[in-house]
Antibody, heavy 118, light 112 residues
Framework: QLQLRESGPGLVKPSETLSLTCTVSGGTISINTYYWGWIRQAPGRGLEWIGEIFYSGTTYYNPSLKSRVTISIDTSRTQFSLKLDSVTAADTAVYYC??????????WGQGALVTVSS | QSALTQPASVSGSPGQSITISCSGSNSDIGGYDYVSWYQQHPGKAPKLLIYDVTNRPSGVSDRFSGSKSGNTASLTISGLQAEDEADYYCSSYTVTTTKGVLFGGGTKLTVL
């Protein structure tokens, strides 16, 4: 059974880069029908799609975040990663990695809280 | 990209049925049959309930059903149970300058 787990710093300073990694276990990351995505949820708020990547490396980003986001994939390490540049307090959120079809994600990680604060 | 529109809250008594709406536009819900619904309990990751408007993943109760009419999608929960109390989110495939995903603002379901 596919499992995902987010990892990375829980505290990031304003203007710095947020970096998270999602490790995939129980399956292959090179499934040619699956997309690997990042979704975040600010405290007390709803879900926000950040973007996703196909195993081939093709990426899709939320237009509102596109200038600051990079999603990459390492098939040899069965991991995919998120980088968000120039963070502010507004980027404080629980960040989830998830997998599935482009528009629907059946498997989610537990979530990682990232706080932006000096 | 604007979020899809959901009611902030709905409520129902055990055994009743409730419906949560999700309104969008021709660029998302109305243009594609790629609407999904998620259930999220406090402190937990979302769980996929419905995909492609009407399909349930394996293991999801048939008390959950989805539908769509025009630019509005709906999630119906029949035979409400206490454990159904949670937040529910719709999402839809969308295409503007590129393809992407939109989420609704979420609906808090209270089981009375």
């Amino acid at each position: 059974q596919l499992q995902l787990r987010e990892s990375g710093p829980g505290l990031v300073k304003p203007s710095e880069t947020l970096s998270l990694t999602c490790t995939v276990s129980g399956g292959t990351i090179s499934i040619n029908t699956y997309y690997w995505g990042w979704i975040r949820q600010a405290p007390g708020r709803g879900l926000e799609w950040i973007g996703e990547i196909f195993y081939s490396g093709t990426t899709y980003y939320n237009p509102s975040l596109k200038s600051r986001v990079t999603i990459s994939i390492d098939t040899s390490r069965t991991q995919f990663s998120l980088k968000l540049d120039s963070v502010t307090a507004a980027d404080t959120a629980v960040y989830y990695c998830a997998s599935g079809l482009f528009d629907s994600k059946g498997t989610w990680g537990q979530g990682a809280l990232v706080t932006v604060s000096s | 990209q604007s979020a899809l529109t959901q009611p902030a809250s709905v409520s129902g008594s055990p055994g009743q049925s409730i419906t949560i709406s999700c309104s969008g536009s021709n660029s998302d819900i109305g243009g594609y049959d790629y609407v999904s619904w998620y259930q999220q309990h406090p402190g937990k990751a979302p769980k996929l309930l419905i995909y492609d408007v009407t399909n349930r993943p394996s293991g999801v109760s048939d008390r959950f059903s989805g539908s769509k009419s025009g630019n509005t999608a709906s999630l119906t929960i029949s035979g409400l149970q206490a454990e159904d109390e949670a937040d529910y989110y719709c999402s839809s495939y969308t295409v503007t300058t590129t393809k992407g995903v939109l989420f609704g603002g979420g609906t808090k379901l209270t089981v009375l």
